[in-house]
């Protein structure tokens, strides 16, 4: 079974820029996750989907991030413009439920701010 | 608003010997409790859950014990092998079956010497 696919795996940008990133769910999941993990701390959730609706995104900093899943597939997260407080491993997960099944995280993508 | 606090930031044990990984939490709705594992470049593994009607729940190596009068919970790793040497993330949901987020903590550092 194919796992959490995300890219890039590494991104660097200068301030003010705007950066995309792209998540593939394992198949069958209808649930979809990014989490924001800032250096030294755990992973924060930013935004959730149950097939291609938001189920919470109470966490987005919504003047500067976005989300969609159209299809209720793929995903992308972009943030515009960026601030050099996202520097931040970005993390996708998808699982085939909510609450309590598990999550399965991709390997992230690394973001440098400048 | 730290509602999921992992103390002890790292944790050196001999290979071996018995690993306790210590986690405290704030919040009296989290029901479902899930402890994470996280090697280097890559993303979050799941490793054990117990939910709030159960005390103790054991996988192998690992048992997790939760103490709900303390709002406290460890992972137990016996015997510590030094493939174990990772970060471990408990995690904490407000609901097993709703579509809950779930709330890190900060992540301990084990390090397993041969």
């Known amino acids: 079974e194919a796992g959490v696919a995300q890219s890039p795996r590494y991104k660097i940008i200068e301030k003010r820029q705007s950066v995309a990133f792209w998540c593939n769910p394992i198949?069958?999941?209808?649930?979809l996750y990014w989490y924001q993990q800032i250096l030294g701390q755990g992973p924060k959730l930013l935004i959730q989907f149950q097939n291609n609706g938001v189920v919470d995104d109470s966490q987005l900093p919504k003047d500067r991030f976005s989300a969609e899943r159209l299809k209720g597939v793929d995903s992308t997260l972009k943030i515009q413009p960026a601030k050099l407080e996202d520097s931040a491993v970005y993390l996708c997960?998808?699982?085939f439920g909510t609450g309590g099944f598990e999550q399965f995280f991709g390997p992230g993508t690394r973001l440098t701010v400048l | 608003d730290q509602q999921v606090k992992q103390n002890s930031p790292s944790l050196s044990v001999q290979e071996g010997r018995i690993s306790i990984l210590n986690c405290d939490y704030t919040?009296?709705?989290?029901?479902?409790f899930l402890w994470y594992k996280k090697y280097p470049a890559e993303g979050p593994t799941f490793l054990i859950s117990i939910s709030s009607i159960k005390d103790k729940n054991e996988d192998g190596r690992f048992t997790v014990f939760l103490n709900k009068s303390a709002k406290h919970l460890s992972l137990h790793i016996v015997p510590s092998q030094p493939g174990d040497s990772a970060v471990y993330f408990c995690?904490?949901?407000?609901?097993?079956?709703?579509?809950?987020?779930?709330?890190f903590g900060e992540g301990t550092q084990l390090t397993v010497n041969p």
């Open positions: 198949s069958g999941h209808a649930t």
């Open positions: 919040n009296s709705m989290f029901d479902y």
């Open positions: 995690a904490a949901s407000a609901g097993e079956t709703s579509g809950s987020r779930l709330t």
């Open positions: 997960a998808s699982s």
